[in-house]
């Protein structure tokens, strides 16, 4: 098959699941653009980690690069918490990246 586009979608967590690339959004403290970041974060490190398994590879990432941050934003509903493997790393690095930035 080939991929044309990639479309962010904000849906009940059962009918996502068969979707590849899925988080879970709970109410929680994290802002909608603070969240779309990390989300994206790991769905790139989900690819890395997959590198030698799939040829579509940067397929999926080039795609997903190509969906603007607004896009990402608009679709997530408002304060949120995210679940999903590897969520707890995605967040951690970003605080280390902010805190690189800020000295």
Do not use: H
Not at 20 to 44: D, I, N
Not at 49 to 73: F, H
């Amino acid at each position: 098959d080939v991929i044309l586009y990639a479309l962010p979608v904000c849906a009940p967590y059962q009918v996502l699941a068969q979707y590849k690339y899925r988080v879970k959004l709970t109410p929680g403290g994290t802002k909608r653009g603070k969240a779309s970041k990390q989300c994206v974060e790991m769905f790139y490190r989900s690819e890395d980690q997959n590198k030698g398994r799939q040829a579509n590879n940067n397929k999926y990432v080039e795609v997903m690069k190509a969906v603007n941050d607004n896009e990402w934003v608009q679709t997530m509903c408002g304060e949120v918490k995210i679940s999903a493997p590897g969520a707890s790393k995605a967040i951690k690095k970003q605080k280390k990246n902010g805190t690189k930035k800020k000295k």
